[in-house]
Structure formats: structure tokens, C-alpha cells
């Protein structure tokens, strides 16, 4: 599902104009953002948590140059974890549609 169909299933389940739906996904996401790359957490209690992790400085390598090292600088990244409920949903999810199979 990407944008537009997450907007259209949010407006159908609430009865809201796409429009809103679009124009409250986005400033959600945009707070999210900012609120992130400040520094700070976001956490919607069942769904996870949004917040900025730092990458360590590292060496690496390269396969077809194996001596040579690469140093790649330390930086920060966005992360989510998800939530209990989110992963027991997958779970479960994951759990009937294997015992179909099987079947």
C-alpha cells in the first residue's frame, strides 16, 4: 500500500474527505520528522517507536580490494522499532496463513 491508498482507507473507514485525510497523514508525518531529527522520541503505544540512532565510525572493506580500508564516518540514522501488538498481529497473521498452507 503506498500513500494515496492509505488516505483513501483512512477516508473510508471515518467518513472523512480524502483531502483532510491526505493534509492530517502529512502533517503527522512531518511532525514525526522533526521531531525525530531533533533528537527526540516518538511513541504511539501498539503501533512503535520513531527515533534517531548513531552509526559508530567503522572501517570496511572492499571484496575485490580486501587490504585496502575504507573508513566510513559515523552518522545518524532514522529507526523505528515496532510495538507488542504491531508484532503479535504479524505473528498471528503469519501463523494462520502457514497452517493454511499446510492443510
Known sequence: ???S???AEVAKRTGASK???ARAIDTSMDVIR???ARGDRVSLVGFGTFER???NRRIARNPRKPLTPI?????DLPWFTAGKEFKEMIATKRRRSTSRRSS
Open 1 to 3: 500500500m503506498n500513500k
Open 5 to 7: 491508498g492509505l488516505v
Open 19 to 21: 483531502a483532510d485525510v
Open 34 to 36: 522533526e521531531t525525530v
Open 53 to 55: 540512532k548513531r552509526r
Open 71 to 75: 573508513v566510513v564516518p559515523a552518522r
